[in-house]
């Protein structure tokens, strides 16, 4: 498609306008909320959750329970025990059930309430919570938070393979998670905000609509191309050249931004390292976890003493830093700086923006269906380039 065309014109009219232009609520009565829980989403890094533990968790504007059974499954309910409103992370996981802190009902995997320990007329059967649907994949914990039954949790053979290694993470970033979702399809933020990497400003050539979401590409002085893919509704699939020797191919990389609430996301991601048989085996059994606390604090730190005034960009890219977190840095102030939750109203967008109002479009048409009862566009994953 060339530049400066749509597929179609994506305006969304009737009653219900307003909301579907509103991409940064994403609680549970929220448009976009209802249309984020149409897809499975990431909420935990698995490695962080041992068996027998429970944590609090909130996502899309929700507080959910999530618990490791003493089996190894990982469920997902609701909040607060049916009882009282206890907390219920408090109490204890037996088995795969979970006992609540307070006065010990218990409920099992499916939130059915089982026991009522000082009630003497256990009336269990009229008492039960909400439970989601919960996978564990490449690392992460999916979990499905919409209505009726989920759809098959996408899969990504690319990160199965055996002679590999898998880092899964996430990053806690204070503002919207539309903010990193734009930021996908905006190939010439990189001139500026990484102007160390790639200082050439590139030339927009088209921003189309595909199967699986978005793609914008670019042309750079030298004759060089470059592609962005963003797979709707909040994802980022890209691969990255080998950093060491024992790497036979390319990194592959998967991201989820994920909205905690409308001022906060979280950044999940999974990398695999395709490795040497003899690397691989060096490997083995020992899953990594990407961006540990101390690695994203220094981030969170740095990216607020630059917006704070206290320091500049430049001293950042002086310093002791090791690439990614020189680029993660860079990333942080360009998006937080924004503000935690964006008025698009105010902004200007120009021809390098196609990609973004390309996004926009699609994201209104898609809140649009969903608020008039329509079917809603069933998006493939794309595969990745060749190695």
């Not at 905000?193 to 050439?200: D, E, G, M, T």
Request: glycine fraction near 8%.
């Amino acid at each position: 498609m060339p530049v400066g065309t749509l597929p179609g014109d994506g305006r969304a009219s009737g009653p219900n306008r307003v909301e579907a232009l509103d991409f940064t609520h994403t609680g549970p009565g929220a448009l976009a909320g209802r249309y984020l829980r149409t897809f499975w989403q990431p909420v935990f890094v698995a490695a962080d959750l041992p068996a027998g533990r429970s944590v609090p968790i909130r996502i899309m504007d929700e507080q959910l329970t999530l618990y490791r059974g003493e089996t190894g499954t990982a469920h997902l309910v609701a909040f607060r025990c049916a009882h009282r409103g206890t907390q219920l992370s408090t109490g204890w996981v037996e088995g795969d059930d979970l006992r609540c802190f307070y006065h010990g009902w218990k409920y099992d995997a499916t939130g059915q309430c089982i026991e009522q320990p000082a009630e003497p007329e256990p009336f269990c059967g009229r008492i039960s919570i909400r439970a989601f649907p919960t996978e564990e994949y490449i690392g992460l914990i999916f979990a499905y938070l919409g209505e009726g039954q989920p759809p098959l949790l996408p899969r990504y053979p690319e990160f199965e393979d055996s002679d590999s290694a898998l880092e899964a993470g996430r990053a806690d970033w204070p503002c919207n998670f539309f903010q990193r979702n734009e930021n996908t399809p905006d190939l010439t933020h990189v001139a500026f905000v990484h102007r160390q990497s790639s200082p050439a400003i590139p030339r927009m050539e088209s921003a189309t609509e595909t199967d699986f979401g978005i793609a914008v590409s670019v042309s750079y002085p030298d004759g060089s191309a470059s592609t962005a893919r963003l797979q709707m509704p909040n994802k980022s699939q890209f691969r990255l050249p080998p950093r060491s020797a024992d790497e036979v191919r390319g990194r592959d990389n998967v991201f989820w931004r994920v909205p905690v609430d409308d001022d906060n996301h979280v950044s999940f991601s999974a990398t695999v390292m395709h490795l040497t048989p003899e690397a691989a085996r060096q490997a083995a059994d020992k899953p990594r976890i990407a961006n540990g606390a101390d690695h994203l604090q220094r981030i969170r730190e740095l990216g607020d003493s630059v917006l704070a005034g206290a320091a500049h960009i430049s001293d950042v890219m002086q310093g002791p830093y090791d690439r990614v977190t020189i680029m993660e840095v860079q990333d942080y102030v360009s998006m937080v700086g924004q503000g935690n939750n964006v008025d698009r109203g105010l902004d200007h967008p120009g021809r390098a923006d196609l990609g973004i109002v390309l996004l926009r479009k699609v994201w209104e048409r898609e809140l649009q269906a969903l608020a008039d009862g329509r079917p809603l566009t069933q998006w493939d994953r794309t595969p990745l380039p060749g190695p």
